[in-house]
């Protein structure tokens, strides 16, 4: 859609002092753990009787959450009696998106716009999500006259002005990240450029990519590669044409190992075809809090452990990364809370490879001796939901909540 030069921007600053001072209050209320405080300032170790918790160093919300979660609440604060849309999910934590639902806040689809949107009013308040929004939506809320509440973390924009930046140049970005992801989504809207006549590819796998550099060096059947990439590349995407030049970004939680043997694939595989890699470009997009819970979970499997709970949302990006990297090294358990602790012999997780979730035995915990668990987690779980897991923990190993406050 052009954009019209009639409409009025009605971004609204929900952050003044006297409400953030209230909201950061709620918030704290809502997600806040004393237990979790309390392990941090030990190092990440608290040991009672034969049972250890051993945090990471890093894990749980970053700032980009906190501040959208703050605005959300905020925008209920200044807008009590107004309609509150969200568009999707503030961030992918069920416990957090409950509490929005419980405050009014409702969200729209975000996959495609449905008449919901054709229905906005200037009275009503739209909240885009840490993920951002595709341009379309973005536009349509705009065409509504809404009041906006926009919580884009400042990392995921940072991307948008990389792959714009390509789509000036006449660059195709290749975008790291999964297709179906919100922040994807939004980043490749972006990289269509101003005039809407830039192109992009997104790749997830390593397979992706090795499809994708034999036809840069060999070339092939541009409708088989169109329909391999369906749905994961700009509109006209033409192969023989658009991957001259490119540039490589990613989706900020991507896995920083994988993005990076991403780029020297493509890097090499241009190199070759031209003899140099002036039509090679790349920008590392990985956000720092993603980067700091990674370099943190590595940091805590140099531990002797008996298994891995890794919280979190399971259709959260950087938590899925967490999760890889410690069932290379140990028994993992990707859970949405302690009610996934089950007893000692079972954990009901998420199975990154069967995607669903399955009821496990885990022999690993209910032994006599002495046992380590580790616990980290994504950037957008809260530490009471943490906290909920270190006590199912100790009380299933015999320790109840009251010696775990004490100890
Ligand atoms: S994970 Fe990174 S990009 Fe996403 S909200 Fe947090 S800081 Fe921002």
């Not at 209050?25 to 753990?33: F, G, I, L, T």
């Not at 241009?270 to 700091?292: K, M, P, S, Y």
């Amino acid at each position: 859609m052009p954009p019209d030069p009639d409409r009025q921007s009605r971004r609204v600053n929900v952050r003044t002092p006297e409400v953030m001072e209230r909201v950061q209050a709620e918030v704290a209320k809502h997600y806040q753990s004393s237990i979790v405080e309390k392990v941090r300032a030990r190092d990440g170790v608290l040991t009672i009787g034969n049972t250890t918790i051993r945090l990471a160093r890093q894990f749980g919300f970053c700032y980009g959450v906190e501040r959208a979660i703050d605005l959300a609440y905020a925008s209920r604060r200044v807008f009590p009696d107004n309609r509150i849309f969200l568009i999707g999910e503030i961030i992918h934590n069920p416990e957090v998106n409950r509490q929005l639902e419980a405050m009014n806040i409702v969200s729209l689809p975000w996959k495609e716009m449905d008449g919901q949107y054709d229905d906005l009013t200037p009275e009503d308040v739209v909240i885009v999500p840490a993920f951002g929004a595709p341009i379309s939506f973005m536009d349509k809320v705009e065409s509504r006259g809404c009041r906006t509440v926009d919580t884009t973390c400042g990392d995921v924009m940072k991307v948008w002005k990389r792959v714009r930046g390509f789509a000036r140049d006449g660059v195709t970005s290749i975008i790291h990240g999964k297709a179906d992801h919100e922040e994807t989504r939004a980043t490749a809207s972006r990289a269509a450029g101003d005039d809407g006549k830039g192109h992009y590819l997104i790749v997830l796998t390593l397979a992706d990519v090795d499809y994708v550099c034999d036809y840069i060096l060999n070339g092939g059947d541009s409708e088989s590669f169109r329909a391999r990439f369906n749905g994961a590349m700009s509109e006209g995407f033409n192969p023989d044409r658009d991957l001259v030049q490119v540039g490589v970004a990613n989706q900020t939680t991507m896995l920083k190992s994988e993005t990076e043997e991403i780029q020297r694939r493509i890097r090499e595989v241009i190199t070759r075809r031209d003899g140099h890699a002036d039509n090679f470009l790349v920008f590392d997009t990985i956000c720092g809090a993603t980067q700091e819970r990674q370099d943190a979970l590595f940091e805590l499997l140099k531990h002797t452990m008996n298994l891995l709970l890794v919280v979190g949302g399971y259709n959260s990006s950087n938590t899925t990364h967490l999760v890889e990297i410690g069932e290379k090294e140990l028994p993992t358990f990707f859970i949405r809370s302690a009610e996934c602790i089950v007893s000692l012999e079972e954990i009901v997780h998420y199975d990154l490879h069967r995607k669903e979730e399955i009821s496990a035995y885990s022999a690993a915990f209910s032994t006599d001796e002495h046992v380590v668990v580790g616990i980290t987690a994504g950037a957008s779980c809260p530490s009471n939901l943490i906290e909920e897991a270190i006590l199912k923990v100790f009380e299933l190993r015999g320790i109840e909540a009251s010696a775990v406050h004490a100890a």
